[in-house]
């Protein structure tokens, strides 16, 4: 029986980088958190701290900055590919790699005069994501969002569930369903319009959500993973984490005022969290994807 080193990756975390397309007058703003980690033969420096096979991650973060002054970036994915695959066929230690990218929205000021051309404000909390996993020549793109944060204010009941001890939740047949999205999938293919798939599944999210007459939150969620999966062919599975953001309706009754679905708290927490895996049965995701896409610990 002995101590060995197990699984590992380094790299450096979220380089806050923002790159302008020049290319015409009118510029695009790409602003982007990357995190690079490098995995490989790496035993020695963990073992005797000699580094004669460690890409520093100093120089991890600088090849990301290279790497957009070379080639742009056109979506977080291509980016997060093309960084992956650098690092691989450049060094011989490096069997794999971990490429996360998110990706902040900016959009164009309009101005009196039109859409300016160099000039943005900052969107809301939103970020789309990217995670490639790259293991030899196998190579895996999962990509999702965060932060999408949406509101019904009919159009949702919640009924039907067992009175046992403790219940003291009141049935209701309208009430507000407000969440904040995260959804996270992974494609069948490294060769998407990327871009354009991503819009498509964030539109068919919002489309099951705002169009599914909701009995429950999960029965959202479901509709809007088998919505994406149904837009988009080359997604195998979608996971979605939906808090189930309450709220309240204030009781007025002390004050002689009724309250017709007008006046509610917006509670922050505790709150419901509602999560599930939507699934390709034809496309199984490959063992192992989504702990390698995720955090290490
Ligand atoms: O959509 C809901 N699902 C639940 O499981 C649940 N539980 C609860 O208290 N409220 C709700 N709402």
Redo the contacts with the bound molecule.
Sequence with gaps: MGIVLGPNRYGKAEVRMVFVNRESPVHEITDVNVTSQLIGDFVDTHLTGANDAVIATDTQKNTVYALARTGGITSPEEFALRLARNFVDQYDQVTGARMAVEQFGWTRISTSAGPHDHAFAKGTEEKRTTVVVKDGAAEHVVSGLTGLVVLKSTGSE?WG?PQVDYTS?VETADRI?ATAVTATWVHSSTDLDWNATFTTIREALLEAFATTH?L???Q?LYAMGKGALEAVPEVAEIRLSLP?K?HFLVDLDKWGLDNPNQVFFAADRPY?L?EAAIVREEAPVPTGIWAAAGLFA
Aim: glycine letters at 8%; a neutral charge.
């Design positions: 919640f569930f939740l369903l909701s429950s939150l999960q959202t189930n309450h419901g509602i």
